[in-house]
């Protein structure tokens, strides 16, 4: 028998329904994706992690010291995020120990060989700050940022004297004779000295040697711990570019894409 004329017609007008109601979900989709990547913030994709404070080891931030651990355990989630497309340190520091360096250093070079690594400098970016920075795909700072400080040092206190002007004394009871070395009770031996001079010339050829590695810099105009002003860190090579977090996150994006 031949179809309901009637009957077909509705079928008709319901499929036409249905495709017209399909086309404007498709629509209301594209509308509410466009509005969603609109509001998202500009770092979508980009993992800011901010390293502010004294360099040091150990897990944890507090105030004025942030720890190697803490920073490397943030880096490394980042690079092992598949929603991550590079990461931006942003680096505000005045420096901190060797080894809290070198513990980032390792996380670095960890997420260096899965995405982009971008450094943004702040205020002051120096000494082991620096360290961590060198190993960056690509280095921002401010024209008035202040870094460099390529180098080490090791303070010692001596409160001898006071002492003796307040008829004070104080007996040390030691297993060998640099036991007590950079005790603030007496002042260093030549033999202590020498020895502490030797640590700090063989850290501070280990920082150099890193630095340049990954920097083409002049060491002469480095190897004395001078600090530098954003602008003349890009003369000398220790930067890359002038720029802001913003600037650094837009490189970094760059940096994912090629």
């Known amino acids: 028998m031949p179809e309901n004329p009637e009957s077909e017609r509705q079928r008709i007008r319901r499929n036409k329904v249905l495709f017209l109601l399909f086309i404007g979900g498709l629509i209301l989709c594209a509308v509410a994706l466009s509005l969603f990547l609109s509001g998202y913030p500009r770092e979508f994709g ?30 490394r989630q980042a690079a092992d995020d598949p929603m991550v497309d590079a990461i931006v340190l942003r680096v505000n520091s005045p420096g901190g120990t060797p080894a809290g360096a070198q513990e980032i250093v390792g996380d670095i070079r960890y997420a260096r060989d899965r995405k982009p690594v971008v450094v943004s400098m702040g205020d002051m970016a120096t000494s082991a700050a620096y360290y961590i ?12 940022t202040i870094t460099g400080g390529i180098g080490t040092s090791w303070t010692f206190m001596d409160i001898s004297g006071w002492m003796r002007s307040e008829n004070l004394s104080v007996e040390v009871v ?61 003369e000398i090579g220790l930067v890359d570019e002038i720029g802001n977090l913003n600037d650094a996150i837009d490189g970094a994006r760059k940096l994912a894409e090629n």
Not at 178 to 202: C, F, H, N, W
Not at 204 to 227: G, H, K, T
């Open 133 to 144: 920075s060198a190993f960056a795909d690509r280095i921002y700072a401010d024209p008035d």
């Open 174 to 234: 030691k297993s060998g004779s640099m036991k007590d070395m950079g005790s603030d009770l007496r002042p260093l031996t030549d033999e202590e000295r020498e020895y502490a001079q030797q640590i700090v010339d063989e850290s501070s050829a280990r920082f150099l040697r890193d630095v340049l590695s990954q920097r083409q810099v002049n060491r002469s105009l480095i190897e004395d711990a001078s600090l530098f002003r954003g602008e003349q860190a890009i």
């Open 46 to 75: 980009i993992s800011i992690i901010r390293v502010e404070g004294e360099i040091v080891t150990g897990d944890g931030s507090g105030s004025g010291y942030i720890g190697s651990e803490y920073v490397g355990r943030q880096i």
